[in-house]
């Protein structure tokens, strides 16, 4: 879906909820200073590479699975960019005072390798910014949603579980934000906007329990949030 001419045109390249107003509230919680070294992870068509060189003049570069995606970035030949998974990037140990990965952990397949990289990839103190969608859901761990959905919808994790996943190498929390009214503000602009059959599919999956024509239970309470994490070193002391 990230790959969907019908999201860009909703979303622009930004292809995901709250857009840069998000990105800037992570931002406000680091204080990275000028020259900052930040990664972004799952980068997409590079337009937050290229907003945090311009707009803050932080030493960003891009990673992405997606080739295609990286091929069309509109920037490509003036921001760097390379095609790699989460859970392999080629950056060598403590390179970075930053990490940057929005709406893309809940597809990764093995969130715990991707965790651990960026773990890796960090200085000490260095800030890690997630914003993805979880389950709001009071029962811990994962939850599944209805059979057929895909991507993002296939599964949704739980605050409990993604805290555990943060704090198990390392990270402490220094920051959780609930911001679902933007991941529902994106579901209806996408159906408005005549998204195709297959996405607003996607889309009525995540929200089983608002969409019209679904039947049952609602299996889980989807959301959207925003998290800020520091890399505390092995034997290190978290100052808040």
């Known amino acids: 879906m990230h790959e969907s001419a019908s999201l860009r ?20 919680l680091c204080g990275f200073t000028p020259g900052a070294r930040i990664a972004d992870v799952g980068c997409g068509t590079g337009a937050s590479v290229a ?16 080739g295609k995606l990286i091929r069309n970035a509109g920037c490509a030949k003036k921001i760097p960019f390379a095609q790699a998974r989460a ?15 929005e709406c893309v952990l809940s597809i990764v397949p093995e969130p715990e390798r991707a965790i651990g990289e960026f773990y890796r990839i960090l200085q000490n103190d260095g800030f890690l910014i997630l914003s993805d969608i979880y389950s709001r859901s ?6 599944g949603i209805p059979a057929g959905a ?8 739980t605050r409990v579980f993604i805290e555990e996943l943060l704090e198990n190498p390392g990270f402490r929390i220094i920051a959780w934000e ?3 009214r933007h991941l529902r503000e994106l579901a209806g ?6 998204g195709s059959l297959a ?20 299996v889980s309470r989807p959301g959207y949030y925003l998290l800020v994490a520091k890399k505390i070193a092995k034997g290190g002391t978290f100052h808040g």
């Open 150 to 157: 895909g991507g993002c919808a296939s599964i949704l994790r």
């Open 51 to 66: 907003y945090l060189r311009e707009s803050h003049r932080l030493k960003a570069l891009g990673f992405d699975l997606s």
């Open 138 to 143: 009071s029962i811990e761990g994962c939850c």
């Open 189 to 194: 602009q996408l159906i408005l906007n005549g």
């Open 87 to 101: 859970e392999a990037l080629p950056l060598a140990d403590g390179c970075c005072d930053g990490v940057l990965c």
């Open 178 to 180: 609930d911001h679902t």
């Open 199 to 218: 996405e607003i599919h996607e889309l009525c999956n995540i929200f089983d329990s608002v969409c019209s024509g679904t039947s049952g239970p609602a």
């Open 9 to 28: 045109a909703v979303t622009g390249p930004l292809l995901r909820p709250g857009g840069f107003p998000l990105t800037e509230r992570g931002l406000s």
